[in-house]
């Protein structure tokens, strides 16, 4: 990289100094941690239930991926006072590494083992090591190269987790094929990994995320991510799946726009949200390699919009660095995997860094983004919808597999998502939060059950039904339930058809309406009836039919326990509540709003109830009929 030549190139535009910017920011508190004699960063954080091996590794090979990406940016553009933190990094990143992969030192990673997560460190660090190699893989001598070679051979042929896992192999068999030459078993070993992969594929451009069973975010910063670096690094060595995974991407990304609220946040859906404005990851490199439906204005715009909602939110910790959490520092959130180096996994969001400044990408002019819409996807078996500017994901039978419901199953069992609201963290493993959901408590049972199982009975863009069971073995609490869900604006319509093998407490609840200041909040409560709204937006919970009472769910003080919420410290959600006899079968209808509109939350008249027909009328929106 010739760094005089860059520092007089033309101007470039304001929105690729901006990314140049950001990522330096957040490589600022890093850089500031640097230490010569250490291997990895001593980001603060909770341990993960790895190891402190694999966390140490972490703390290194995540920032390291930051730091590529806007190293290369700097290849197309670099102002003087980038040099000094550009030298910094360099300097400890080749000596970190030789560090952590010298067996004799007292900062050696430790060597992968089968199903460890050294995997996933060292196939990113694949990627990463052919972004850099000019200036850290080359400039390291014979011996130095063949030292890191041989810690990553120890994960050659390793077990890997049958899920988005398995690219981790690919990309670590595929650059010691480049440094080692190829070999047959080597290439038989990538053919394996990828037709196992192609085995997760569901439909409409989304894969299943293997064992995990799941539909999420993942699908964009791993599913569509990692492909499109395969197809930039080695895809003359197979046209054929280059044409078919740009094609998938291609796919995936028609209504990936859809997923984005006006402000750029994306719902809180899934395991690893802490990965934040990762979301936008495949965008830049699906443009880049020709498989982006979106256009260059759009998919910067997209990108854009998620990176500086994020960066706009207090989510820095105490040292400055990215925190485990949403929008902003919230550890409890997180999976048992997490560690304080993992939230820059999202450097993957920096992907648009690796697009010259003369690409269109940065150069178009600005267009409108999606507005509001309704597209049912029947791969990963979700609606995604845009109203009034914010996005919500209705999810008609995605779930996480049986094995892994410690990761939480309300991450994806809730009836919907919606930018801006998000969710509730349970009170304890045992205690589903109730909110955007329909939970069942046995009478004297501690346990609250929330869906997970589901079983998908119609997908469509205005209307989704499911079946499910809410209980357990535990305690053998088993109840039937069919949902069927409406919408209409910002209110949805819930029908639920139960019947209960035992004397259980049902509870219906809005989504939480999460809250800074006791001051700003305000809650009225009456038969049949629950509102609450702050300054700028509000939520409402109307009982239509079916149910006895109603109540609320807060934490409005730190007396009423550790913070559940993920969008602040406080909360309300409604909640409407139905006692039910041992094989008592009811049906529920109820009515939910969450958006700022406080005269479309305003309650409805119910003209009619009957069994499969339903007619309302509200003062703002007019009539709403319901059939089926």
Excluded at 271 to 298: D, W
Excluded at 322 to 340: N, Q
């Amino acid at each position: 990289m010739n760094l005089q030549s860059n520092l007089t190139c033309a101007t470039v535009p304001a929105s690729y100094r901006y990314w140049q910017d950001a990522a330096k920011e957040l490589l600022q508190p890093l850089l500031d941690l640097m230490q010569t004699g250490l291997a990895h960063l001593p980001i603060e954080g909770k341990a993960s239930d790895h190891c402190l091996d694999a966390d140490r590794l972490e703390a290194f090979a995540r920032p390291f991926l930051l730091f590529c990406h806007w190293e290369v940016s700097l290849g197309h553009h670099c102002e003087e006072s980038d040099r000094e933190a550009l030298e910094k990094g360099k300097a400890w990143f080749r000596q970190a590494l030789l560090l952590g992969t010298d067996s004799e030192s007292d900062q050696f990673f430790g060597y992968s083992t089968n199903y460890r997560q050294h995997s996933v460190e060292m196939g990113l660090l694949g990627i990463a090591f052919e972004m850099s190699r000019n200036w850290l893989w080359e400039s390291y001598s014979d011996f130095e190269r063949e030292q890191v070679l041989v810690w990553l051979e120890s994960d050659a042929g390793n077990g890997h987790h049958w899920n988005n896992h398995l690219f981790f192999g690919v990309f670590l068999l595929e650059f010691l094929a480049a440094e080692r030459g190829e070999n047959a078993r080597c290439r038989a070993a990538i053919d394996w990994y990828f037709e196992e992969l192609e085995k997760m594929y569901a439909g409409d451009g989304w894969y299943m995320d293997g064992n995990n069973q799941a539909f999420d975010f993942y699908n964009a910063y791993a599913w569509h991510f990692y492909p499109m670096w395969w197809i930039r690094l080695y895809g003359e060595k197979d046209p054929a799946r280059c044409e078919r995974l740009a094609k998938r991407t291609r796919l995936f990304l028609e209504t990936y726009a859809s997923f984005f609220a006006d402000s750029g946040e994306h719902p809180a859906f899934g395991r690893s949200i802490a990965y934040r404005f990762n979301a936008s990851a495949p965008i830049a490199l699906a443009h880049q390699q020709g498989a982006s439906p979106l256009s260059p204005a759009v998919s910067r715009e997209l990108c854009t919009r998620n990176l500086k909602f994020f960066l706009d939110c207090p989510i820095e910790q105490s040292q400055g660095c990215l925190s485990l959490g949403w929008v902003d520092a919230f550890p409890d959130l997180t999976e048992s995997y997490s560690c304080g180096g993992s939230p820059y996994w999202a450097a993957k969001g920096f992907a648009p860094l690796l697009l010259p400044p003369s690409d269109p990408f940065w150069t178009d002019g600005e267009e409108s983004l999606p507005s509001d819409s309704s597209v049912a996807l029947k791969g990963p078996k979700l609606i995604v919808r845009k109203v009034n500017g914010a996005s919500e994901i209705i999810n008609a039978g995605t779930q996480i597999g049986s094995s892994n419901t410690r990761f939480g199953a309300h991450k994806w069992g809730r009836l919907s998502y919606k930018s801006g609201w998000g969710f509730t963290i349970p009170r304890s493993n045992d205690v589903y939060p109730f909110d955007g959901s329909l939970t069942a408590q046995m009478k004297g049972s501690e346990f609250v059950y929330g869906r997970h199982g589901t079983v998908p009975l119609v997908l469509e863009s205005d209307r989704m039904a499911c079946m499910y069971s809410l209980g357990g073995k535990v305690d053998g609490l088993q109840v039937s339930v069919e949902t069927n869900l409406h919408w209409k604006g910002d209110w949805q319509l819930a029908v639920h058809r139960c019947k209960s093998c035992q004397e259980v407490t049902l509870r219906f609840g809005s989504y939480p309406l999460s809250y800074h200041d006791s001051e700003s909040i305000r809650v009225e409560e009456k038969e049949g009836w629950v509102q609450a709204r702050t300054d700028v937006k509000a939520i409402a919970l109307q009982a239509v039919s079916g149910y006895d009472s109603t109540a609320v769910d807060e934490r409005s003080s730190e007396a009423d326990g550790p913070r559940r919420s993920i969008q602040a410290p406080l909360h309300v959600t409604g909640l409407l509540l139905k006692e039910l006899a041992p094989l008592e079968t009811v049906t529920l209808v109820s009515l939910s709003y969450a958006g700022k509109d406080f005269a479309a939350a305003a309650p409805w008249s119910v003209l009619s109830a009957s069994d499969g027909y339903i007619k309302l009328k509200h003062p703002l929106l007019g009539d709403w009929e319901i059939s089926g």
